[in-house]
């Protein structure tokens, strides 16, 4: 591949890794607009973030799989249009459900990008310099995350939260000129394989049967299709062990130690921090009464230490055992959240302050050496269902987090809109949030150390 199509292409993954970071976490700070134009409560909020984290949990691993037979700049490119097109029409919305929906199917153009970026990364880029690209790349997302509050705010409080959409349009249009007249090679690990037509149907309804379910607990329904996901779940298994090319190759899971137990440390992960953005806008705005801009500049702080720590990680990860790296990451991030379990209406934006220092610290300290492991742990053939894996157990995770956080405010509040009224039962129901996630995380330890010393391979 010559030069300048490398250049491109990297600066288009890592321009739409921003913007695709930047959507989710600015649309939190934009909830409260969102509610009060479409009157939703803080279940129907929740929805806002998580039609688009479930839609992209249930496509990633299929078209993760499409991707090595097809081609990852492919489908790429295509995941592309998905997203701004789907980005223009969420900022076209003109209720709280049609917006549920388009945020769901620009969660399907995510799944494309998400299943595809990390892969070609990996497929253009020799190990030696992997882990600094990878360390970019999450460089990348976690500066999306750093300007969402902020420039989020921004443009809420001085424009309106539909503006948070069309900045994503303008970027998108970018990505798509450069890939379609800059970047004409194609990467196809497995042309030859033929897709899991039956295996990629099971997988998704398990996967939406197991999200949906978790996010309506503790309700009967939620129970019983929870069960029904289990069930489609381990059909799902039995159908791959049998299939000649699976849409997801079991064996990475029973036979690579260092892969499994990396991705289940970044399932645990994410489900234990992603929701920390949601309850602390919220929180911000409405017992602490600030605006967008301001409750923006104050979680600013987290993503910030996040992404100046992503990129020294990434680059530590070539150097020391990421593993280890990892792990000493995600016990940090134990401290932090312990210390949010005591916050109150009365607690200063100092100590707020220290405790998102600490948890973007621990969280830029593990992301980026856990998903270096994770992409050489596996052979080159399989890089395209790595990455999809990798987004998939980050996806799943910030999925199962908003759940938690759902499925909590439900119990103390229920189907109500946040006010002075139930305040403080939100306040309390933040503490339950953090503690539980604290203990998410305090596992989560022991599931980074549990990986062994398994070689990565070039």
Known sequence: M???DRNILIVSILIISFFNAFVGAAVNIAL??????????????????????LSTVIFLVPFGNLADIYGKKKIFLFGNIVFTISSLFCAFS???DMLIIMRFIQGIGAAMIQSTAMAIVSTVFSLG?????IGYTVSAVYLGLTMAPFLGGILVHYINWKSIFYINVVA?????????FKVRTEWKDAPNDKFDIKGSVVYMSA???????????PSTTGILVLLAGILFFTAFIIIEKRVTTPVFNIKLFTTN?????????????YAATFAITFILSLFLQYAHGLSAKDAGLLLIIQPGVMTILASISGKLAAKYNPAVLSSIGMAIIVIGLLMLCFISIDVSHLYLVVCLIILGFGFGLFSSPNTSVIMGSVEKKYLGIASATVSTMRLAGMMMSMAIAAMIINVFIGETKISASNINNFIVSSRVIFIIFACLCFVGVFASLARNKNKIIS
């Open 32 to 53: 409260p607009k969102i509610a009060e134009e479409f009157s939703l409560h803080a279940i129907q909020l929740s929805w806002v973030s998580m039609s688009y984290l």
């Open 172 to 180: 998108g249009l970018f990505v798509i000129v450069s890939l379609i």
């Open 129 to 133: 310099k992997r882990a600094k690209m």
């Open 257 to 269: 130690r260092l892969f499994a137990f990396s991705n289940f440390a970044a399932l645990i992960n």
């Open 2 to 4: 010559q030069q300048v």
């Open 94 to 96: 003109v209720s709280g």
């Open 207 to 217: 996967i939406f049967l197991l999200m949906y379910g978790f996010s309506k607990l």
